[in-house]
């Protein structure tokens, strides 16, 4: 039995919190400690500076009511320095170099950044005495993809033919050796538990080489959107997806770090899997539909994937709140808002994590469809 059965169960212990979040001036950070402040979390961070512009730590406000510090996870001092001064209860380890294609222009800093990157937070936590959970957050490009059309479950092997899912191999191997050595599942120290997602769409994601982005600047400029692979499918999931997965996992390793202290897939529910051509063909109705073109001899990517998430179901009671179709549309209403009145962005965001927990709170995820309703409020915006 989930030990977290609703919504408010599984919030309720991150309330009054210390949490460092690493990476949370990118976009999943901006959603993650929007939701935790939301919840009365007290919430740190450590990244670079945004890397986009616009960004959504900037359009959101971000920086009032947390502490925030630019730096680098490679910087091994900076990190010890940053989260012993905060004395923080739990880690939220976010920060990454993500994309696939920049993995292959700079190999090295990727690999130094994904894994090296990843152990010197853990060396900080291992360090901090206040820390007392550890969520560390990889990919499901992690598992060893030989495109047998199969749904990955944690037990399968780890590997990666490009640097970025071999970088993130790596940082499991290093997530796994601080577990092994120094973590703790009786509540004396640091548990660490490690969260596989899927490809994440949502409002406030601007990086270079991404879907969703791509699609905004084709139609925010009326200018082309390039596609590597329009057949291949991939594991969709709104940001809020993840967070709230990654939100119950903090409260787990706080509440019963034996029984969550492991490695955890969070990929789509949604029975149907969709491929690039239908994501944009859905969202295009939304909104517009940009012209597109294809790149000759693109770099190699997996053409399939899918993650087995039945134990975040039945174990930690993980059930997003929107089906396929109604992420896409949500997302498409964000971007349509944002540029409609930037000014508006922060309520326009807290508003969607409302919404979405407000599903979660009915207790059951939205059925398939429900996105034709959504998609002509969507519409009535612009």
């Not at 976009?27 to 400690?33: D, I, N, Q, Y």
């Not at 990086?207 to 082309?224: C, F, H, M, Q, T």
């Not at 927990?357 to 009915?362: S, V, Y």
Request: aromatic share 8%; with cysteine.
């Amino acid at each position: 039995m989930p030990l977290f059965p609703s919504l408010l169960d599984f919030e309720r212990p991150l309330a009054g919190r210390r949490i460092f979040v690493t990476g949370h001036t990118g976009f999943t950070g901006g959603w993650a400690c929007l939701w935790l402040k939301s919840i009365g979390a007290e919430v740190a961070g450590l990244a670079l500076r945004p890397a986009t512009n616009p960004a959504l730590y900037d359009a959101l406000g971000l920086s009032e009511g947390m502490q925030s510090v630019m730096g680098d996870i490679c910087d091994a001092g900076l990190v010890a320095k940053t989260m012993g001064d905060f004395q923080p209860e739990i880690v939220l380890h976010l920060a990454a170099q993500p994309l696939v294609r920049r993995s292959y222009r700079e190999p090295v800093a990727t690999f130094l950044v994904n894994a090296i990157g990843t152990a010197h937070v853990l060396e900080a936590a291992r360090l901090t005495p206040s820390v007392k959970a550890a969520v560390c957050i990889t990919t499901d490009k992690v598992y060893k993809n030989n495109e047998e059309s199969k749904s990955f479950r944690e037990s399968d092997p780890l590997g990666g033919k490009d640097p970025y899912s071999a970088s993130k191999a790596a940082a499991e191997m290093v997530i796994d050796s601080y577990a092994a050595s120094f973590g703790k599942t009786d509540g004396s120290g640091l548990a660490i538990a490690t969260a596989r997602g899927g490809n994440i769409i949502g409002g406030g994601d601007w990086s270079e080489d991404r879907l969703i982005p791509d699609y905004v600047r084709a139609v925010i400029n009326d200018g082309k959107l390039t596609l590597r692979y329009p057949q291949a499918t991939r594991p969709w999931q709104h940001v809020l997806a993840l967070v709230q997965g990654y939100i119950m996992l903090m409260a787990g390793l706080l509440q019963a770090p034996e029984r969550h202290a492991r490695a955890w897939n969070l990929g789509p529910l949604d029975p149907q899997a969709y491929s690039v051509r239908q994501v944009l063909e859905i969202i295009g109705q939304i909104w517009k539909a940009p012209k597109l073109e294809f790149m000759e001899n693109p770099l190699a990517e997996a053409q399939t994937l899918a993650l087995d998430s039945s134990l975040a179901r039945e174990v930690l009671g993980w059930n997003p709140a929107w089906d396929t179709r109604r992420m896409i549309a949500e997302t498409a209403a964000w971007y349509k808002g944002y540029y409609k009145d930037p000014k508006s962005t922060h309520d326009l965001t807290l508003g969607q994590i409302e919404t979405w927990r407000a599903g979660l709170m009915q207790g059951v995820p939205a059925p398939a469809g429900i996105a034709d309703p959504i998609a002509e409020g969507v519409r009535k915006i612009g």
